[in-house]
């Protein structure tokens, strides 16, 4: 079985003020590809969206000043609202789902390697509360949602790409997780919305150092500080990429140790060592790092099919978290759109 880990990550900043009142909120069209720089719309693929990068971010833009009538935040829920709504009126996707993450402490890494993410702090408390309604804006959206206890979003993801192209369908991942690279394959798409950057397959060792197969591979070597896998120390990024450059896999390369010696690599006797001496720690990273596209969820392809916005239900969500006009108005521009 393969497998995975997760990233999150809060980068750029942006924030704006909204003609509501009480409404500050994140701009993600400020992050929408110019229109000469936009691709022609990818009908036949599936959108795939790793929510956690986008709530998260949206936590540490949005102020914690945007709440609810009892004073709660809503922050995330209002930035996670404005990318969901900015991504369906500017792609009009036919197929989409959209991956949460549930725990950082029950996925089944956490049985292979107890440390797994130990050195993690939990979500704040304000923001643990804003999840469930994350997810119910998604299903008033109209848009398959998904999270499970024992794996993570990446495998989620892993698992609807790998049941989409066994139909033949082109998948866009839309993350900023360098992880979920690896599912990329010729025809898929690499999103980065928020650098405003989109990789297909012969981009990625240029952006992330080696081909979408062997980043599991990559991260077993270099480990991963921020999910707290040890790798083979003294193997930092560039030694790796230059190591799987020659050989495809840890397999191979640990079947050719010797030949690593002919390599121009500096130190080259003391990698040879390290990967001896660490062999052990860099299968078991690789365990960690490679996504599980086995993942036991139901995902036909015909529940992934974007459903009509529910503007009843989308404005008894906004309704309880005090939101203004701002997203309302999006909603009402996109059903307009797709009933003309």
């Known amino acids: 079985m393969q497998i995975v880990k997760r990233l999150g990550r809060c980068d750029r900043l942006y924030t704006t003020k909204s003609t509501a009142p009480r409404e500050r909120f994140l701009s993600w069209s400020n992050l929408q590809p110019t229109a000469s720089s936009l691709q022609p719309k990818n009908a036949d693929a599936l959108y795939l969206v790793d929510a956690s990068v986008f709530i998260f971010r949206a936590y540490y833009s949005v102020p914690l000043t945007l709440t609810d009538a009892d004073g709660q935040p809503v922050n995330a829920v209002h930035g996670f609202g404005r990318f969901i709504g900015d991504l369906i009126e500017h792609e009009s996707p036919r197929h989409i789902a959209v991956a949460f993450d549930e725990s950082l402490t029950s996925s089944f890494r956490n049985k292979l390697y107890p440390a797994y993410k130990a050195n993690r702090e939990p979500a704040p408390l304000e923001l643990q509360r804003q999840f469930a309604w994350c997810r119910d804006l998604c299903r008033a959206y109209g848009l398959a949602d ?9 495998d989620l993801i892993g698992t609807l790409v790998t049941r989409a192209r066994e139909r033949g369908k082109r998948t866009i991942v839309i993350t900023r997780d360098k992880d979920l690279s690896q599912l990329i394959r010729p025809g898929d798409v690499y999103w980065d919305y928020i650098g405003e950057a989109r ?12 081909l979408p197969e062997r980043m599991a591979d990559f991260l077993a070597l270099t480990g991963d500080a921020v999910d707290n896998i040890q790798g083979v120390p003294g193997i930092g990024k560039k030694t790796a990429a230059t190591l799987l450059k020659d050989y495809e896999s840890l397999e191979d390369l640990y079947e050719n140790l010797d030949a690593i010696l002919k390599l121009k690599i500096r130190n080259a006797g003391f990698v040879v060592g390290q990967l001896r001496d660490y062999r052990d720690a860099a299968f078991l990273a690789r365990q960690l790092t490679a996504i599980a596209c086995d993942a036991p969820i139901q995902s036909e392809f015909a529940h992934l099919q974007r459903r009509p916005l529910d503007l009843r239900a989308l404005g008894k969500l906004y309704d309880t978290l005090g939101f203004g006009p701002l997203l309302r108005n999006q909603a009402q521009r996109i059903v307009a759109k797709y009933t003309a």
Not at 146 to 154: G, M, P, R
């Open 199 to 210: 990789y297909q397959y012969d981009d990625i060792p240029e952006r992330f150092g080696v």
């Open 146 to 154: 998904f999270s499970s206890d024992q794996y993570e979003a990446d």
